[in-house]
């Protein structure tokens, strides 16, 4: 009697919540709403944040019709290697969202992916320095800006469409490590808008995500022996430590774990070494911050399976702070975490104790400079930079695989035009320097203010 009332009122529950349609959520921890799926749909588990309502048989057929027009750096994007990219045909070895995770042949991994290995020359970084080169005409300037060229900086796919140029590039680098930035999170830097994406969850975000990383993993496969590293989604999970407030960023948290984890788990699948965003000293190495940061990133490890291929964290990306600071900027105080290195010897030992031994990269691209902002929090295109330590796997610290490069120094953080949609007050702030072009866009007076405070010199 009673499993039959029991029955009764599911039924009868389930006849009152609505069904989901394509796309929609539909499952995973958190999760309230509907289980249900509209007629012809199947809910398809995704992680353990996310199931998703999905025709039975979709495919990726979709993709890459998309044009470029969505972004506004794409249309200078082509590289000198573009002859090379395979456009479409990459769509074609593609598989069903979910497969490409069982692929046959998976790769080892092997520690420190920096050890022993040259690191390829981003060559569209460098035609960008070239081009700064030529507008100047003092020949001493001249010869530092092209020492930057040659300096290897990360090579950011911040749109589907530049996925097409994976396989050029994957071919110039040869048995050298090419450095690439995953950056096409939907609904990307939610609690700012300088550097808002192409992709969100209302209009089939989560799916064109799994298309984006998809079309990279396939690329790196068909390639040969090729060693590449990843930086993943930078300031997303980091604003999940410390942005819930921002409805824009809460609305979309389990979202956001579930493409993540989808990227790691993927991406895995065709060796890439990766090193999820870890935000900074001044963002997650507070003390409220780091220990939420640690749970989440290991709760992010755990769920994309725990692969050795996912090893560790990037810290600094895009921003100002240094390794090692020679004393405390001012604007540091009341966090003992005064620099990168404080940040990561803190968090590491707390990730191991979650069960992830995870080691880190830093970017100190920009952090030749200090003390040179008036608050910490502020990031867009601080004036007084310079360009900071090279590249280098002599890091002087167990947990630190490599200082890198990974902004490309002189692309702009965001515009300080107060009418443009992607405003964002902080590039219009006391620290940032104006007038600024928008985001990802060529910044020559910025540029020329890196190369002149570089320390070291350039
Ligand atoms: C949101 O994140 C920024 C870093 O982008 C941080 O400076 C700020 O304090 C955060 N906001 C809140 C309310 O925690
Ligand atoms: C600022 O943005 C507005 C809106 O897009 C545009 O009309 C205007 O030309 C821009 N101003 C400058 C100086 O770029
Ligand atoms: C971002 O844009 C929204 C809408 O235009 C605006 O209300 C908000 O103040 C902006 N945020 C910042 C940090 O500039």
Redesign the pocket.
């Known amino acids: 009697m009673k499993a039959a009332f029991a029955a009764a009122l599911l039924a009868a529950l389930a006849t009152q919540v609505s069904a989901v349609a394509e796309w929609g959520q539909c499952g995973g921890l958190n999760y309230a709403g509907s289980n249900t799926c509209d007629a012809g749909l199947s809910c398809v588990y995704s992680n353990d944040w996310y199931s998703q309502c999905l025709k039975s048989t979709s495919s990726a057929a979709t993709s890459s019709t998309k044009t470029s027009s969505t972004s506004s750096t794409s249309s200078t994007r082509a590289s000198s290697t573009s002859s090379t990219r395979v456009s479409s045909s990459t769509s074609s070895t593609k598989t069903t969202s979910g497969s490409a995770q069982a692929s046959s042949a998976v790769p080892t991994a092997s520690g420190n992916p920096y050890t022993g290995k040259s690191v390829w020359n981003s060559e569209y970084y460098a035609s960008e320095v070239y081009a700064a080169a030529a507008l100047v005409t003092d020949t001493a300037l001249k010869a530092k800006i092209s020492k930057v060229a040659s300096i290897p900086t990360f090579t950011w796919f911040d749109t589907m469409a530049k996925v097409a140029d994976l396989p050029g590039y994957l071919q110039a680098a040869g048995s050298s490590i090419l450095q690439i930035v995953v950056y096409d999170l939907p609904n990307r830097d939610c609690?700012?808008n300088a550097s808002n994406g192409e992709l969100t969850y209302a209009n089939n975000g989560a799916a064109l995500y799994q298309q984006y990383i998809d079309g990279i993993t396939a690329a790196i496969k068909a390639s040969s022996g090729s060693t590449v590293v990843a930086v993943i989604e930078p300031?997303s999970l980091?604003?999940l430590v410390?942005?819930l407030?921002?409805s824009r960023c809460s609305s979309v948290q389990d979202q956001y774990k579930a493409s993540v984890v989808y990227a790691l788990k993927t991406l895995a699948t065709a060796g890439v070494y990766m090193y999820i965003d870890a935000?900074h000293a001044?963002?997650l190495g507070w003390p409220a911050n780091i220990s939420p940061a640690a749970t989440l990133f290991a709760q992010i490890y755990t769920s994309a399976g725990s692969s050795p291929f996912i090893r560790g964290l990037a810290t600094n990306v895009a921003n100002y702070n240094a390794l090692t600071a020679a004393s405390p900027d001012p604007i540091t105080s009341g966090n003992s975490n005064y620099d990168e290195t404080h940040y990561i010897n803190a968090l590491a030992p707390m990730l191991a104790s979650s069960g992830w031994n995870a080691q880190f990269i830093v970017d100190l691209g920009r952090s030749g400079k200090q003390n040179i902002r008036t608050a910490w929090?502020n990031?867009c295109n601080i004036k007084g930079a310079g360009f900071g330590l090279h590249p280098t796997t002599n890091t002087g610290n167990s947990y630190i695989d490599a200082i890198v490069w990974v902004k490309p120094g002189g692309e702009c953080d965001g515009t300080s035009n107060t009418s443009a949609v992607r405003y964002d007050s902080m590039c219009g702030g006391v620290d940032a320097k104006v007038p600024a072009p928008e985001a990802g866009q060529w910044f020559q007076d910025y540029f020329l203010d890196l190369v002149n405070n570089a320390d070291p010199a350039l």
Do not use: I
Request: hydrophobic residues 30%; negative net charge; without cysteine.
């Open positions: 609690h700012a300031d980091a604003n410390t942005n407030s921002d935000g001044g963002w929090g990031w």
